[in-house]
């Protein structure tokens, strides 16, 4: 009888602990996802001064190289613009809920959208520029929130696993 107390308690200390380290990783994915975006802004930036290829298509190829949720969203955008603009293209594959980053962090990354296939290169590549100046502010602003929150969700959570076993001990 004290074995399976043991692992029942075990159990629900172990659970706990789980769920607080899944709510801070919550903090490190939004980090890395606003990083992802940041560098797949700078690839775009960089084919559309030097390539002249279209936007769709080099969204396409930014999906390709980035296998994670930000590629989903290139690669959604390239998609939906044989329907629609490529602003609003954008901004609809902003929608989706796999995404880590917060609704500041999606307000910044639909700033691009307003100018995006509307202006000549140079306005484009401005926009691109502003948006990513807007993500570093964002990316220290997640580091501060992680760095805070993080180690927070663990403790909490070990602590809440120990007090549910003092409690049913």
């Known amino acids: ?22 709510f801070s990783k919550k903090y490190v994915n939004r980090v890395n996802e606003l990083r992802e975006f940041k560098n797949a802004l700078n690839m775009f930036k960089t084919k559309i001064r030097y390539t002249y290829e279209p936007i769709p298509e080099i969204f396409t190829e930014i999906s390709e190289s980035i296998n994670s949720n930000i590629g989903t969203v290139f690669k959604q955008a390239a998609e939906k613009m044989n329907i629609y603009a490529a602003g609003e293209a954008w901004d609809l594959s902003l929608k989706i809920d796999d995404l880590n980053i917060d609704e500041e962090d999606r307000m910044v990354l639909r700033n691009l959208s307003k100018l995006l296939g509307k202006t000549d290169l140079e306005g484009q590549l401005n926009q691109i520029e502003m948006t990513s100046d807007f993500l570093d502010k964002q990316i220290r602003k997640a580091e501060n929130q992680k760095d805070k929150s993080e180690r927070m969700y663990r403790t909490l959570g070990m602590i809440a696993g120990m007090g549910i076993v003092i409690i049913l001990i």
């Open 1 to 22: 009888m004290l074995a399976i107390k043991i692992v029942i308690y075990s159990f629900i200390f172990l659970s706990s602990s789980l769920l607080g380290i899944l």
